[in-house]
Nanobody, 126 residues
């Protein structure tokens, strides 16, 4: 079983920064990718960024590339999302997620991911 717990959300003005954390526990060795997704009211959950556990390679949605940075600290079993130059359009509930080795969906597809955190609210004011 894999457990994910996000933290670090809050209210920030446009142009500001936040750092989200995701503490991971359980049998994470079965996971290939970990990622961040977000969901705004009335919208579908969308891909933000992911990182390959074995290599550290990263991928970003076009909307956040150059502003957000995903990273991990294996010693702390923690994944991070550093969010800079925040925009009001970034307002959403942010979720961290982990897939499994047997997952076949695209790495940007929420359906690929088997384990999810509870979400943390990020609100960006103009």
């Amino acid at each position: 079983q894999v457990q994910l717990v996000e933290s670090g959300g809050g209210l920030v003005q446009a142009g500001g920064s936040l750092r989200l954390s995701c503490v991971v526990s359980g049998r994470t060795s079965s996971s290939l990718f970990m990622g961040w997704f977000r969901q705004a009211p009335g919208k579908e959950r969308e891909f933000v960024a992911h990182i390959r556990r074995s290599t550290g390679s990263t991928m970003y949605a076009d909307s956040v590339r150059g502003r957000f940075s995903i990273s991990k600290d294996n010693a702390k079993n923690t994944m991070y999302l550093q969010m800079n130059s925040l925009k009001p359009d970034d307002t959403a509930v942010y979720y961290c997620a982990a897939d499994s080795i047997i997952s076949s969906a695209n790495t940007k597809d929420p359906a690929r991911y088997d384990y999810w955190g509870q979400g943390t609210q990020v609100t960006v004011s103009s």
